[in-house]
């Protein structure tokens, strides 16, 4: 069986745990450390430690989230300080009923004979200012306001990451519904043209058509359930390519040069499924043209933790290419890498009158297991 490092909501019981029995094992060690306190002084620090405890959960549990994170603010800081208020009140009342307090707890005693070198000291030595009679109570005050402090940035910290991962969650299934969008998107006029350009193979050259039946039905099967999953194998996504490609071609004039390099070797990164293909989809519907020759470049290099794509096309004179309304459009396409990736990627995107060209590398990538 293994045993794992506790994290999310156990993570934070145990640190909480953790923090209390520190807070409570303290007391004894200055207690064995040092002989001028008695017993008097552990049950206090005890009392002490659970009024602590009550009053940052009281904060952490209620008071922030009920109150403060409500817009009550003003009754979140009077019921706070009204809370610290009856704590230190129970405290002195304790204090009072349950703890002897000597004249001055042993602190400034002289010993009763002098033992040591050189001349006794007089009886009535000088001695130096007590603390006030009240100081116990001003420092138990300011430190359950501390604590209630603390309690307070801790859940708001909390709050936020909360708020983070609740965000970063409704980006990724906006990824996911894009991600369905795009395969939708491998437009009804792809199918349209490419079953019509299969039934003329079938007629005129039935083994190119049996061919191509078996392309479309793999560039499906992929779409329907291999992108199911966020990241799929880098060779599954460089096949899924090299299926849409060649059905793709039956669609092309001589007029189009098409060159294509895809690696012959992968480490079998994992990636997440489509990630060419908008640019890859829009090189074809805006760099090709039936009128003046035209070309499409494509390629895909490897490296043990990273990918290079390049896509580069000629302007087909049919509009500016991945504007908002082809594919899912440039800005959700770099929205999604910037999602997935952070600072891992680099995408390049360059366009003149002729040329149109995309660059994107992705690094810090690792093998499926």
């Not at 194998?233 to 895809?262: A, C, G, H, P, W």
């Not at 580069?312 to 890498?337: A, H, P």
Request: contains cysteine; glycine residues 4%; aromatic residues 14%.
């Amino acid at each position: 069986m293994k045993l794992g490092l506790p994290s999310g909501r156990n993570l934070k019981i145990s640190l909480h745990i953790l923090v209390w029995v520190g807070f409570f094992i303290l007391p004894i060690y200055i207690f064995y450390v040092d002989s001028q306190y008695d017993s008097s002084f552990l049950f206090r620090s005890y009392i002490q430690t659970a009024a602590y405890a009550l009053v940052f959960y009281l904060n952490y549990l209620w008071l922030t989230p009920g109150l403060f994170f409500r817009k009550k603010k003003l009754l979140y800081f009077v019921g706070t300080v009204s809370m610290v208020v009856i704590m230190t009140v129970c405290m002195e009342i304790t204090d009072r009923y349950t703890i002897p307090h000597p004249e001055d707890m042993g602190r400034f005693d002289r010993p009763p004979s002098w033992q040591g070198p050189g001349p006794r000291p007089p009886d009535n030595p000088p001695e130096g200012p007590r603390p006030s009679k009240n100081w116990p109570t001003y420092n138990f005050i300011m430190t359950n306001l501390l604590i209630s402090g603390l309690s307070l940035g801790l859940r708001f910290s909390e709050k936020l990451i909360q708020n983070e991962k609740e965000k970063r969650e409704t980006e990724k299934e906006k990824l996911r519904t894009e991600l369905a969008f795009l395969k939708s998107q491998i437009n009804p006029h792809f199918f349209f043209n490419t079953l019509n350009n299969i039934y003329s193979l079938v007629v005129s050259n039935p083994n190119e058509g049996q061919k191509a039946i078996l392309q479309l039905s793999k560039l499906m099967r992929y779409l329907l359930y291999d992108t199911e999953h966020n990241y799929a194998k880098l060779s599954q996504e460089i096949d899924f390519l090299k299926n849409y490609l060649e059905l793709m071609k039956l669609r092309l004039s001589n007029k189009v040069k098409l060159t294509v390099t895809f690696p012959e070797k992968c480490f079998d990164l994992s990636i997440p499924p489509l990630i060419f293909l908008p640019f890859i989809e829009n090189a074809f519907k805006h760099g090709i043209s039936y009128r003046k020759p035209s070309y499409i470049f494509i390629l895909i290099s490897v490296h043990p933790e990273s990918v290079y794509f390049e896509c580069k096309n000629s302007q087909g004179g049919q509009g500016e290419t991945l504007k908002s309304d082809s594919g899912i459009g440039l800005e959700n396409v770099k929205k999604r890498l910037a999602l997935l990736f952070h600072d891992n990627h680099r995408l390049t995107i360059n366009s003149t009158d002729d040329d149109f060209e995309v660059t994107l590398t992705i690094q810090r990538l690792h093998e499926e297991s």
